[in-house]
């Protein structure tokens, strides 16, 4: 701790802090969403295929669904970036005409069990008249491809270019090209724990409050307040013991706004549990990139110009707060990672899609954008006959503070040093050797190399660079009425 530390009183920089929330973890006492009783449960009717108009919705006799013609003025979800050419796309909380991937809810039942509900779902007749889906986005951006959305008729709602002014002349000049092309696959958080909602209304004061899964509950509070029209100050949203985020769950779903919706509506509470099936086919995706990648190098295998086109499946919808953006504007920003090339250019685009909306998960792009980087090593050592370590020390950021060619400061790091430990460690002379031999013997052994870097310290400013409607970062203070008293006008403040 510093003198200084010292002197103000501060016992808590350079501390140790024990974990308290273990205990009850680890006994079987956590407090999670799904524990909560409720007078009401919800099932949703989900669209059993990618593309369709809804043609008719058949209520079971007795039942209570809701439609999305029963939501009257409560509005679509539209997150909203003022930057990158972005073009805003509403989810409708319940679909309403058509459909626009698999999962999408068409509509909510209630009944008095969850079990009730799941039975009563099984006998809603949903009609739609199904139409030829785009799946992936290099079909989506083919020429003649329909529209998924008439906002977006060439299905590019985000794109993000950049080009250093020396790119063309440098490209031009190197003595080597070494281009990739990489397919990243959609990956599924699949948190533990599956998203969950109960909502409560209070009759005395008619607020309600919201229980759910969720990593954002301020958000949340200030978005379904917004699409309702409700104020703030009537929604109280918690996040209680929570089975696994990972990202996922930073976004809006549309079940959470209906459930505070019926919450009102009904004057009672209802929850909402997600099953393993809905979470894997209407929950939050990410990744779904198609990478190009060239390299230009000069005589010495120095990378000294990088170019990347990059086409990111984002879904159906943007999802809420941080946008469709996520995925192919952090790729843009990311790609050179922690090499040392000064000249840079790069077309991102996020294309609609007949698919689940993509949202934030565990590295948001990075691990993408270092698996076709560091395949780009690999490439370019083979094509150069030198070592891949050998190829990496001639091209790590070694020298410190190091400004990209995106303006990212890189403050302190040990890339090579990091490496050259991985390289003893794993003695590449002799791997090389016992490879050659196994070879001879029809076995095939692999050694690979990889380095990455990422940021920290995200705070406020950094997420209002963005251009997001909202900005993902709030702080807030309560003084309790123990702390009032002593702090009283009649006597000193004593030291919290």
Known sequence: M????????????????????????????????????????????????????????????????????????????????????????GQPILAADVVRFV?????????????????????VELEIADTAPLVDARDAIAAGAPAVHAEAPANVIVEGRVKTPGFDATHAAAHRHVKVQVRARRQNALPLEPRAAHAAYDAASGRVTLTCSTQMPHLMRTAICDLIGMPESDLRVIAPDVGGGFGQKMSLGPEYVLLAWLARKLRTSVAWS???????????????????????????????????????????????????GVEPLMALAEMPGPYDVREYACHSRGLVTHTCPMAPYRGVSRPVVTFTLERLMDK????????????????????????????????????????EVAVAAADIAG????????????????????????????????????????????NRGAITRAMARRCSPRRRCAPS
């Not at 009944?111 to 039975?119: H, I, P, Q, T």
């Not at 790590?396 to 790091?413: H, N, Q, R």
Request: net charge neutral; aromatic share 8%.
């Open 274 to 324: 997600e099953d393993r099936r809905e979470n894997l086919i209407a929950c939050y995706h990410s990744r779904d990139q198609h990478v190009t990648l060239e390299g230009a190098f000069d005589e010495g295998g120095k990378l000294v110009a990088l170019s990347a086109d990059i086409l990111a499946n984002v879904g159906a919808y943007s999802c809420f707060p941080t946008t469709c």
């Open 103 to 123: 999962g999408e809810p068409v509509a909510a039942v209630i009944a008095a069990s969850e079990e009730e509900a799941e039975d009563l779902v099984d006998l």
């Open 431 to 474: 791997f090389r050797r016992r490879q050659a031999d196994a070879r001879k013997d029809g076995r095939y052994l692999g050694l690979g190399l990889s380095t990455f870097s990422e940021r920290t310290g995200y705070g406020t400013p950094a997420f209002a660079a963005r251009g997001m409607e909202i900005t993902p970062a709030q």
């Open 2 to 89: 510093s003198a200084h530390g010292k002197e103000s009183g501060s016992t808590w920089v350079g501390r140790s802090i024990r974990r308290l929330e273990d205990p009850a973890l680890l006994v079987g006492q956590g407090r999670f969403t799904g524990d909560l009783a409720a007078a009401k449960w919800v099932r949703f009717v989900r669209s059993p295929v990618a593309a369709g108009k809804i043609l008719r919705i058949g209520k079971p006799d007795g039942a209570t669904v809701v439609t999305a013609a029963d939501l009257g003025a409560v509005k679509p979800i539209r997150p909203m970036l003022h930057k990158f050419n972005y073009i805003p796309v």
């Open 380 to 419: 370019a050592a083979a094509a150069f006959g030198i070592e891949p370590a050998q190829m990496r020390r001639r091209n790590l950021i070694d020298k410190f503070p190091y400004t990209s060619a995106m303006g990212l400061v890189f403050d302190e790091a040990t890339y090579v040093e990091t490496m």
